[in-house]
């Protein structure tokens, strides 16, 4: 019991002490509430396998993308993506080499397609070969 509890009580009628002392729990659980609710969680740290999920999602167009909420650089530098009120942190270098990746792997294989559709069967040996030296799958119909 604190001093201002034993004064209260020999000043407030009882009703009065009750009525003040409800108001003060009252008031301590709503900071508490407030305190919670503004208190950002932290971010979700993603593992490599959440990683190429996201890369997954950014790349499928019917997908809703995360957005950038920011960078952190405490200890290693990570990327801050936000979906679905969830924030998530991400290895910033792992995370571009590896969309980098999929990218240079998806702009690949659009630039041979066109590539195939533009020489017309000119120069199919030349595209047989560059589609070889890119590791991609060569389709030709005859």
């Known amino acids: 019991m604190n001093i201002l509890d ?5 000043i407030l009628p009882p009703e009065s002490l009750r009525e003040k002392r409800r108001n003060d729990q009252v008031n301590h659980i709503s900071s508490a509430i407030d305190t919670i609710l503004n208190t950002p969680s932290p971010p979700k740290i993603l593992t490599d396998d959440d990683i190429q999920e996201t890369i997954r999602e950014i790349m499928n167009e019917k997908v809703q993308t995360p957005s950038i909420r920011g960078i952190t650089c405490k200890d290693d530098c990570s990327l801050l993506l936000e979906k679905d009120s969830i ?4 290895p910033l270098l792992k995370f571009g080499l590896e969309l980098a990746t999929v990218f ?30 890119c590791g991609a799958e060569l389709v030709s119909y005859v």
């Open 6 to 10: 034993i004064v209260y009580r020999n």
């Open 87 to 90: 924030i998530m942190s991400v």
């Open 104 to 133: 240079e792997e998806k702009l690949t294989s659009t630039a041979l397609c066109f590539i195939a559709d533009a020489s017309s069967g000119l120069g199919t040996k030349m595209l047989g070969e560059i589609v070889s030296s």
